[in-house]
């Protein structure tokens, strides 16, 4: 298995507070990522990270932002929770050197709540 | 941006049967990925095709990736209750990887 986690693995919080979810690799995979999935939308990307400090926005980034510090952790934060960001947040990792196959692993997955 | 349609969005299917689904790209192909989610868990790997008319076997499941690359399907022979779950087509657009709305297959005995 990947060497991937995500925490907290569960979590409830009401409207107007800050989350932070992390995601941990011991990979050493330059590429993170962080998407949400909801009933009838799949899986949509967030944010993702191409190195430390190196970020770009995905397709719903609005109400988030992410910060990578090290290689191995990458951080999703909500400013100021609302009840639309209430899903599951899945991180994933990709290593794209010419030895891998390109696909991503991914973490177990983080239950939000917002009340 | 490039949009992934599934379908059929979800499948009943007879244990023993056989089964399609489809994952049709607003845009070329030059990467698609299939992934199975198990309800309430994470996504595992199934296969990634990159040539039109690419064809990959796993056990009981085939993926294949027409010749015009903007259609991939995934077969699944036999189906047992094992193959219940979500599956999910993925297009590379390297690095980032946009994902289909899932097709929710269950397996009845």
């Known amino acids: 298995d990947a060497g991937i986690t995500q925490s907290p693995r569960h979590k409830v919080t009401e409207t107007g507070t800050p989350v932070t979810l992390r995601c941990h690799q011991t990979e050493n995979h330059r590429y993170m990522y962080w998407y949400r999935q909801d009933p009838g939308h799949g899986l949509r990307l967030i944010h993702y990270?191409?190195?430390?400090?190196?970020?770009d926005k995905g397709e719903v980034s609005d109400g988030y932002s992410v910060s990578r510090s090290k290689t191995e952790d990458f951080l999703l934060t909500l400013e100021s929770a609302t009840s639309s960001q209430t899903s599951v947040y899945f991180c994933?990792?990709?290593?794209?050197?010419?030895?891998?196959?390109?696909?991503?692993?991914f973490g177990e997955g983080s239950r939000l709540t917002v009340l | 941006s490039q949009e992934l349609e599934q379908s059929p969005q979800s499948l009943i299917v007879q244990e023993g049967k056989n089964l399609t689904i489809n994952c049709t790209s607003s845009k070329t192909l030059y990467g698609l990925y299939w992934y199975k989610q198990k309800y309430g868990e994470g996504l595992i790997f199934l296969m990634m095709?990159?040539?039109?008319?690419e064809e990959k076997s796993h056990e009981k499941i085939t993926a294949k990736l027409d010749e015009k690359k903007q259609q991939s399907s995934l077969h699944i022979t036999a189906s047992q209750p094992s193959h219940a779950g979500i599956y999910l087509c993925g297009a590379d657009g390297r690095p980032k990887l946009t994902f289909g709305t899932g097709t929710r297959l269950t397996i009845i005995p």
């Open positions: 994933a990792i990709r290593g794209l050197a010419a030895a891998n196959t390109g696909e991503l692993f």
């Open positions: 095709l990159q040539k039109g008319g």
């Open positions: 990270s191409y190195g430390v400090k190196d970020t």
